[in-house]
């Protein structure tokens, strides 16, 4: 069954738990799809799981639109769902809308998510008055890296923690269909999640949340740089690859690839004559 936006509300509401993963690719938008995931994120994290990146702050809509596309072209049934990245919804609410238009009719993507609690209610506002579908994204917000000083749990004081909840009720507000929690208490997920009207898929938030994301790379422990606490290893694909890859190197060194099975033949003769110098 196609996967939308309404699909997603429905399942909030009949307490069907919602999946979604990252990914970048057509490979992989595939696998996943057909693995029968719910949706599938084309975060702006792939400045660091794909390009290398320190962070994310990097990303330009150009990479959006190309990996979005590639994805959107591997998801049969999936939500797509698209990253604005940083700084293409900051400066002023016509350049949001049009980039996230741009996402949408040059990316393929189903919908845009954007970093930002209330401060972007009206950006939420008009880029929903274009007919497109906004996902929000509060607590850990990769794009304000440098204004937490880090990656860091966020809302662990009645502070913090009021202004979070402030956060979804006001991007909830503003017309987003879901929400993504990052990194806050899994207490805190909770309360969001039954104030909420709309779905809430959290990372690092505890099992509470209408849904789950994960990096694709983290679970499958194809990145080595970091490894969040919030991050379940559902397989050592890595390491696999990287026995793989030797196995591969190994088997060349010693001409044991290609074998036969692997190569192509021509009649003795043909060489035969070759070796000889054909006349003409």
């Known amino acids: 069954m196609k996967n939308t936006v309404l699909t997603m509300q429905k399942q909030k509401e009949q307490g069907d ?3 979604m993963l990252t990914a970048y690719d057509y ?5 996943m799809d057909q693995a029968g995931i719910n ?9 660091m799981v794909m390009l290398g990146y320190e962070d994310t702050l990097s990303v330009t809509m150009e990479d959006m639109i190309h990996h979005s596309r590639a994805v959107a072209n591997g998801a049969q049934n999936a939500l797509v769902v698209t990253d604005l990245p940083f700084m293409s919804y900051h400066i002023s609410i016509p350049d949001a809308v049009a ?20 401060a972007f209610s009206e950006t939420i506002q008009a880029i929903t008055r274009a007919s497109i579908p906004v996902m929000g994204h ?16 966020q809302g662990k004081t009645i502070e913090a923690a009021q202004k979070i909840l402030q956060d979804a009720l006001a991007v909830e507000k503003a017309g987003a269909f879901a929400i993504v929690l990052e990194a806050i208490p899994a207490d805190l997920a909770a309360l969001i999640t039954k104030k909420l009207t709309i779905p809430t898929i959290g990372i690092g938030a505890g099992n509470q949340t209408d849904g ?7 679970m499958l422990g194809m990145y080595g740089e970091m490894q969040p606490k919030f991050v379940k290893r559902y397989a050592d694909l890595g390491a696999e690859m990287n026995s ?10 010693q001409e044991q690839f290609p074998a036969a099975e692997h ?4 009649a003795p003769e043909i060489i035969a004559a070759l070796e000889k110098g054909i006349k003409h």
Do not use: C, W
């Open 17 to 19: 738990k919602i999946s």
């Open 27 to 31: 490979s992989t938008a595939k696998l």
């Open 39 to 47: 949706s599938l994120l084309v975060g702006d994290s792939l400045g």
């Open 99 to 118: 980039n996230a238009g741009r996402l949408i009719k040059e990316g393929h993507a189903a919908a845009v998510k954007l970093e930002g609690g209330e």
């Open 138 to 153: 509060i607590g850990l917000t990769p794009q304000s890296i440098h204004a937490f000083g880090g990656f860091k749990v």
């Open 212 to 218: 789950q994301v994960l990096v694709y790379q983290d």
């Open 244 to 253: 793989a890859i030797q196995h591969y190197k190994t088997e060349i060194q």
């Open 263 to 266: 190569t192509f033949s021509i």
